[in-house]
Every structure is written in structure tokens, then in C-alpha cells.
């Protein structure tokens, strides 16, 4: 006799189905009261200080009277828009740093147009990422200065510190990818197999610039149920709390606010770091000064998400091996690519981790 | 608020109100059909129902119902909201339909399982027949790349209607082209002598009134053009078959396994308890088996072919559509490409310019700086810009180095956090000397450097 494999009959189907059907109903309700333009992100006041083309450097306002002298420039992904770092008051690593007194700037890489289809990795790592630098340390009057790069924008200031150590007082790397091709199996990232057999020069021809909607389509596709379906079907347990609600919609906002890929910058990022790996190799040339990772001699913190399903651990990890520094440091939480950002455990420890080791090194 | 006004907002309620309840009520008859299949025969199999006898409703279109009246209020209801929240609140209506799919195909389901409970029958059989009919039910994957085309000339016919929609005054043209392509390609190359006549018709409508006469290599460049984009589009559709080949196999697969882990939990006396379980586990069974298979090469060759036969194709029809474009003197992309590539050069130059300027002035290094927004008290004057010029790349880490030995500082930051709270393993191990932390109790941490 076969056990049963479920314990409920129809009569219960029926009326689980109805009350899915009622808690969308809620749902749908709770989402029509929320008005244009009302799930505000990135909070935090600043202030822009600098811009060249389409890249804007804001200073975030101080919170405490006297910050501390040596500031903190904060380069994020191409992919997303940075405000992730400043999602919402009770999540922002910006703001967690501003209350322990540091004097925080973020760069925001804008929306790239047809206009800025050929943008290299040159303009945007010594062009702008450097210009960006160099008003930092103007306007603090410091010589070096912390540099935190986070994911692909931690990739570029890893390039950019190895080109420009006597600027770069210390270096935090966060999520980022070193290595491309580490890991074995499922420890290998999903985007870099698949990378493998994409043929780079015909997107970038055919496309110009990558819409932003094409990468969100890879992402998605790395966990297609729980990403388009599950997640949807779980914000009904939620969303009669107007606070949890939306804070699944800032996140929501986030995810597809994806700016496009400047065409040659994605055919330079795709074909030397994602399928030459050349950056593990000494062989990355950024307007034409080659990129050492062993010249990396300041201070490095690297900050890894164990469970990162974008940016595997091993790819962030292989930065041990290659930076010329003695006074390396890693940092890893139980979490994915997205909860560095937004995880209560994350957001407790690693502003308090972050400034210590800054202070010890200032 | 006048009193129209509010008479206004009340018939908005109401009519909201009465899109809701017909949305519920689509619910609700959809679920109670659903039921009424499975129920009478539900005592007989021992707790486990069984669809009733035939007859039954068209559950396929009450579902299509549902799901048109469900999108259509949703979307009404959620017109003056954030833009995110009308996303969301559309992909809630889909998520929801992904899951009335889901449960009625486990009621389908439900008459051969209980049957082979209630009998006593072979488990083994029951489970693939159940697996075999999930997958069936799952994927309807193509048989063959021809299966819906026929011919080349059905094939020419749907791409000439997918590029028809970019092509202006030429569609017409496009469109009374089907079946030349197709015998041409097949061999009777005299077709192409109609063709060019037909694109000579074009061509005297358009770009022949403003010359004297077009060029007979205009018209076999063109033609060459469209052939090349078809063989290109061909190329995609076969590249796109041999993709959903794969991809239904991993899904099918990935079926089996969520039927395993489903007998499995049976045999181990945890049966599933709630329709939300079911699909929980399946959601994160699919995902699973799915990870496995896209991390095959199989699958991310099969994926590359079909996204590089995709941006060929489309390269190819830009190039038709930029025929139009130029005859029309409208920019085309790969003139506004020239332009931008000028721009993008003269923009670097600038740059490079300000850069020398700020160099050969002492001044900061900051171009395009805003002195009104930058920090008054500090100002940029202080921290000239030949700084990096007095402290050569090559000094500076290695005094920093020296400044900071590796040592002391790793020692210092792990020694706070006692390496008990998170096993070390995995963690520290590649590392000489170094001392995991775990602050907070959440994260782990190593220092590189002899810190033993």
C-alpha cells in the first residue's frame, strides 16, 4: 500500500486557493494606496560636488560635528544604481558610517545613453573613478584617501589602486570579483559559465549599449521560480504590514532600475575580466598602464557574502593571493549577494567592523 | 471635494468594488469546479480524491478567465499608484495564476495516484506514470524544428511580418513577397527576377522620386541584404528549438526530482500538509535542478547559440532597416554611432586637456569641481595637485607597509573576537595565522600575514 503523499484533499485545496485569492485581493488593495513616486530610496541627505559627463559625486552630510579627517569614497556597480548603499534610514551602510563620523562620498555612474555608447573601462576607472579621487582629495586636503569598492565597482577599484596606490590610503573591497573562473562546480558562478559561450562583439554590435532589462533577464534566470514566482506569492504574507510592504518595494525598485551598459566598457568588462580572466594574470591594460594587483601595498579589507549566488566567494577570495600587501583582512557573513546590503546582521556588524579597522589605519 | 466630485470618486468605488467581486467570484467558480471533479470519488481512495466522471468543465478556460479579469481590475484598481507598486501588484495576479496552474494540475494528478493507493498497486509505476504526467503537463516542448513551419515559404512569410512592422513605406512591398524567398531558396532561382521587380516598384515609390533612377546594384545589394537577414533569422529560430529542446528537459527533470523528494517525504511518514508546502517544494526543487542544468556546458552552449544567433540576426535587420533610413534621410544608428564615436573622443581629449591645465596651473586636481559646492573649510587649494607627482606610486605602499606591519594589525582585530563563536573550518584554513572573527555572531573573518 503506497503512503499518501499529501494529507489534504480538495475540500482543503478549495480553501487555500480562496484565501490566496482574498490575500491578493489585500495586496492589491494595500499597493493601489501607494501613490506615484511615493517609495522614496536613498534618503540620506548629500550633496553633489563634483560631475563630469554623466557621473555625479555626491558628499553625504555629516552627522557628527567633527568627522574624521581621512574620507571614504564609495564606488558601486555599473549594473545597479548605488542607492542601494542608502536604501532606506533603518538599512543604509551610509548612513550607519556617517553616524561613527566618517565623512562619506558616493559615485553615481548615471544612466549611460547611445551618446555614451563608447565609453571604455578606461573613462570610467582613470577618467572618472579618478576624477572622483582627486576631488575627494581636494576637498578633504588629504593625500590618500579610503576607497571602498563594491562589487563590479570594487573590481574597478582594485585596477584603480593598483594604478594609483600613493592615492589610496586603504582599500575595501566588498562582494567583488578577482578571480572570474575560481571555483569548481556550484562553486563557480552561473554567469561566468555562461559568459564562456556568449559571443561578446556581436552583442555589443548588435546592441550598442546592454539595456539594463537584458541583464535583469540573467539574473532572474539564475533562480527563475523563486525569483518571478515564489517571491511574489510570499509578499502576500506580508503585505498587509504597510511597513514590510514597502520595504519589499524599495528593494523591488532597486532591482529593476538597471541603468544600460555603456557597449565597449560591458565588451571590455566581459571579454578580459569575465572570459580572459586576465586581471588574476597581469595582463588588464587600462589606458595603457597595465594593472599589477601585487602593486595593492596599502591596507586591504575584503568583504565576501558566503552564499553569493552572483559573485561566488571564491571570486572575491582569490584576492588573498594576489594582493602585494601584508596587511590584508577578510570579512564574510552567512548571507547572498543582496543581503550584504540589507541584512539586520550585516547592517549591525559591518559598519562597526568597517570603522575600526579604518581607525586602526588612519 | 464638490459633490460631483464625490459622486465621481463613489461610482469609481463602486466600480472597483464590483471588479473585485467578479474577479473573486471568477475565483471561487474556477475552484469550485476544480473541486467538484475531485470530490466524489475522494472516500473511495482513502483520503486521497479522485477527479469525478467525465463531463467535467473546460478548466483550462475558466483558469484564462480568471486570469483576463484578474489582470484587467488589477490593473484599473492600481492605475494612479507607483509605478513599482503596479509592477508588483501585476506580478502578484501572475504569481497567483502560476500557482491555480499549479494546483490544478495536482487535482489532474489525483485520480491515478489515488488509484494505485488505493489498490495497492505498483508504487514504483504509479510514481513515473504521476512524474510522466506532471512533465507532460509541465512541458510541451517541439518535436521538430519544422513543426511549425512547414516550408521555407511559411518561414519567409513570418519573417517578413516581423520585419515588416520596422520598415515603413517598404512594408507593403514586404508583405507580397511570400512565397518568392521560399522557391528561390529551393531552387528555382527565376524567382528572384519577380523580386527585384517588386522592390523596384518600392523603390519607385520612395527613394526613386528624388533620384533619376536607382541602380540595379542597389537592388541586388538589397536583395543580398534581405536574404542574408533571413538566413540570419532562420539560423535564430533553429538556435531558439534547440534552446527550449534543452531547457524542457532540465524542467522535466527537474519535475522527476520534486516527485522523488514528494516520495520520499511520503515514505518517511511527512506528508505534505498544505497546497503553500506543495508548491514551496516544488518552487525550490525546480530552482535546484534547474541551477544543475544551466551550469551544464550542454545547456550553456545551446544558451550562447541562441543569444549570438539572435544579436546576428538583429545586426542583419538593422542593416535592412538603415536602407530605409538613409533613403528617407533619416540619421541611422551607424551614422549616430560615427557622431557619438567623435563626441566620445573629443569628450576624452577635453579631459585630458583639463588634466595638463590643472598640472601645469598647481592647482587641484579637480576639472570639474564645483567651488561653490565643495567644503569651504577645507579648501582645494591646500592639496596641490603635483602631490602625486612628489610621492611616486612606488613609495608610498611601501611605506604604508612599513608603517602598518601585517601583523600587529589582524592580531589586534581578531583577537576581539574569539574564533570559538564559528568554527574555523573552511575559513581559516587557507590562511597562515589567520584568526576567524565573528562579530555579532554572523560573520567570519582572516587576516593575511604572520600573525601565527
Known sequence: MMPPLLSFGPEELLHEMAELGRKSVTAIDALAEIDADEIEIGVTP???????????????????????????????????????????????????????????????????????????????????????????????????????????????????????????????????????HAGEGAECGLLNTWAQHMDIDAMVDALGNIPGDFMNLGFLLLKPFQLNVAKYAGLLEVAGDERKLRNFLRMEKWIFDSPDQAGEAYREFLKDFYQANKL??????????????????????????????????????ALAEHVGTKDYRELSYPVGHIGMYVSGKVQGDLPNALVEWLDERS | ???????????????????????????????????????????????QATPGPAGAPNMGALNET????????TSTWTAGADPVARDVAARIVDSQQTAMRFAGLMLQSWQDLAGMSASGGDWAGAIKRFTEQLQSATWRGPTSFGQSSEDMTDLWRMYVEGLSRMTGPWSETLKRSPGHFGEALAGDHSELLELSRLYWDAWERTGGRLFEGPSLGFSREFEERLLRGFDAWVDWRKSIFEYQVVYGKALADAVEGFVNKLHAKAEAGEPIESMGELFTMYTLETDAVLEQAFRTEEYAAVQGLMLNAAMKYRKHEREIVETFLKMTDIPARSELDEAFQAIHALRREVRELRRELVAARAVPAVPAVKATTVRATKPAAKKPATTAAKKPAAKKPATTAAKKPAAKKPATTTARKPAAKKPAAGKGSTKTGAKPRKPGGAASSKAKGGEA
Open chain 1, 280 to 317: 588574476i594574470k597581469g595582463e588588464i591594460e587600462i589606458g595603457g598602464k597595465s594593472v599589477d594587483l601585487g602593486a595593492l601595498q596599502m591596507p586591504v579589507f575584503n568583504i565576501f557574502a558566503e552564499l553569493d549566488h552572483l559573485v561566488p566567494p571564491a571570486a572575491s577570495k
Open chain 2, 1 to 47: 471635494m464638490s459633490p460631483r466630485e464625490q459622486d465621481q470618486n463613489q461610482d469609481w468605488g463602486s466600480q472597483v468594488s464590483s471588479m473585485m467581486e467578479a474577479w473573486a467570484e471568477a475565483q471561487r467558480g474556477a475552484w469550485r469546479a476544480w473541486a467538484d471533479l475531485a470530490v466524489p470519488s475522494a472516500s473511495a481512495a482513502g483520503g
Open chain 1, 46 to 180: 548629500k550633496e553633489a560636488v563634483w560631475s563630469q559627463d554623466l557621473v555625479t559625486l555626491y558628499r553625504y552630510t555629516p552627522l557628527v560635528e567633527n568627522p574624521k579627517p581621512i574620507p571614504l569614497l564609495i564606488s558601486y556597480a555599473l549594473v545597479n544604481r548605488p542607492y542601494m548603499v542608502d536604501l532606506q534610514p533603518d538599512r543604509s551602510l551610509v548612513r550607519a558610517l556617517l553616524e561613527r563620523g566618517m565623512d562619506v562620498y558616493l559615485i553615481d555612474w548615471g544612466y549611460p545613453s547611445r551618446a555614451d555608447r563608447f565609453l571604455t573601462l578606461e573613462d570610467y576607472i582613470d577618467g572618472y573613478l579618478g576624477g572622483c579621487v582627486d576631488a575627494v582629495r581636494a576637498a578633504s586636503g588629504q593625500e590618500a584617501i579610503h576607497l571602498l569598492g563594491i562589487c563590479q565597482g570594487g573590481t574597478f577599484s582594485m585596477c584603480y589602486s593598483a594604478m594609483n596606490p600613493e592615492k589610496i590610503k586603504t582599500l575595501i573591497t566588498m562582494v567583488a570579483p578577482t578571480d572570474f
Open chain 2, 66 to 73: 480568471w486570469q483576463r479579469m484578474a489582470e484587467q481590475t
